[in-house]
């Protein structure tokens, strides 16, 4: 049955797992500009990942398509999807200095809500440790349109993660196992 409830959303999307999980902020919601806080990921897919870019831009169409109503608001028309704010972003373009977005696209997703963190035999994650920028996993996302103070697009919800390997942390910090993997104390008292 759980086939069927997938495919009967459209709106829904499970990403590749190559997708890389930046600024991921998944264990305590945080308010930016005094918002309301939320739990957030960026979530980079491989250009090449061509399944899951199909897929994310079949589920923009569909909230724009359902979400036309909440679009056009008091406006005369619906505005086109090319002039309204998408959460599918080019890194080549939009953050063409950092190494991690190249040749790949984003979306930053978010929730009022914890989302639920599994392994690969989808076993809750508790250790913290575990989940970090860099990492490669699956997300479970869900688009919709919106209609706020004069802003109007489609955005992305947040709902599930599924972490599928470690990878090179993100932001420049290291991790303690990599810090302490060797006995070198060399530069202990430099």
Not at 129 to 138: A, F, I, K, L, W
Not at 160 to 187: H, M, V, Y
């Amino acid at each position: 049955m759980s086939k069927n409830v997938k495919a009967m959303n459209p709106l829904k999307v499970i990403t590749g797992p190559e997708t890389r999980w930046s600024y991921a902020n998944v264990w305590e919601p945080k308010s930016i500009n005094g918002g309301t806080p939320k739990y957030s990921v960026s979530l980079i897919v491989p250009k090449s990942d061509t399944k899951t870019v199909a897929k994310l831009k079949a589920a923009i169409e569909a909230a724009y398509k359902e979400g036309e109503a909440k679009l056009k608001g008091n406006g005369r028309s619906v505005p086109a999807l090319s002039v309204i704010k998408t959460p599918l972003r080019d890194g080549d373009v939009e953050r063409p200095d950092d190494a991690a977005y190249a040749n790949a696209y984003f979306v930053n997703a978010n929730a009022t809500t914890a989302p639920g963190i599994v392994d690969t035999d989808c076993n809750p994650i508790l250790t913290r440790s575990e989940v970090y920028s860099g990492v490669y996993g699956r997300a479970s996302i869900s688009f919709y349109a919106f209609n706020s103070s004069g802003n109007k697009g489609i955005a992305c919800g947040l709902n599930n993660l599924q972490k599928i390997k470690d990878g090179e942390p993100l932001g420049g910090r290291s991790r303690a196992e990599d810090d302490f993997a060797t006995d070198d104390d060399d530069d202990f008292l430099s």
